[in-house]
């Protein structure tokens, strides 16, 4: 069965590293997405990347965030400096295309450790 | 911000008995619902949705329930099995790309 793979699982940086999370959505998945979870609290949408553009954020997602499909298969999640409050598990899901049942398949996640 | 809430952190039901799991939602532009599980370290896996045109839908042994005057729904499983124990998140989105989640609610099923 065709799932979303992301990768590292864990990544550790020191406050202020640039980090790059990388996610491979399901191949024939047209809309693709970020979300996180800070320990203990809700999954929060990032933001929604559809047709090589983003189509919706989050007041989360400001300058220090940014998204980019480099090539057919993998979609980026970047965070230029890294704050000790960007600690998360960080979720990429993708969807096939506007269907009725709105579902969006979410990888295994990357867990942010920011030192 | 609270557009979605779950309102019970955790519930144990017996094995074989039925498991009802409550959200609760304030966004009267929210048109679509959907459930997920998930287990530790993995990431949410999506079990059942309903759209607000309709008050049930079923799925084997998961039924979600809407009630859009109350702004509530409920998903019920049954019977319950011990692969179940999970958390499970109820989302909503007005249509959009936008999935807003609730804080979960840790299921725990009693061998």
């Known amino acids: 069965e065709p799932e979303v793979t992301q990768t590292p699982s864990h990544q550790v940086t020191q406050m202020g590293q640039e980090v790059i999370l990388r996610c491979v959505p399901i191949?024939?998945?047209?809309?693709f997405y970020w979300y996180r979870q800070i320990l203990g609290q809700k999954v929060e949408f990032l933001v929604s990347f559809y047709n090589n553009e983003i189509s919706e954020k989050s007041e989360i997602f400001d300058d220090q965030f940014s998204v980019e499909r480099p090539d057919g298969s993998n979609f980026t999640l970047k965070i230029r400096s890294t704050k000790l409050e960007d600690s998360a598990m960080y979720f990429c899901?993708?969807?096939?295309?506007?269907?009725?049942?709105?579902?969006?398949?979410f990888g295994p996640g990357t867990r942010l450790t920011v030192l | 911000d609270q557009q979605v809430k779950q309102n019970s952190p955790s519930l144990s039901v017996q094995e074989g008995r039925i498991s009802i799991l409550n959200c609760d939602y304030t966004n009267s532009m929210f048109d679509y619902f959907l459930w997920y599980k998930k287990y530790p370290a993995e990431g949410p896996t999506f079990l059942i949705s309903?759209?607000?045109?309709?008050d049930k839908n079923e799925d084997g042994r998961f039924t979600v329930f809407l009630n859009k005057s109350a702004k509530h729904l409920s998903l019920h499983i049954v019977p319950s099995q011990p692969g179940d124990s999970a958390v499970y998140f109820c989302a909503a989105t007005p249509g959009n790309e936008k999935l807003t989640f609730g804080t979960g609610t840790r299921l725990t099923i009693i061998p």
């Open positions: 191949s024939n998945h047209l809309y």
């Open positions: 309903i759209s607000s045109i309709k």
């Open positions: 899901a993708s969807k096939i295309r506007d269907q009725p049942t709105n579902e969006q398949f």
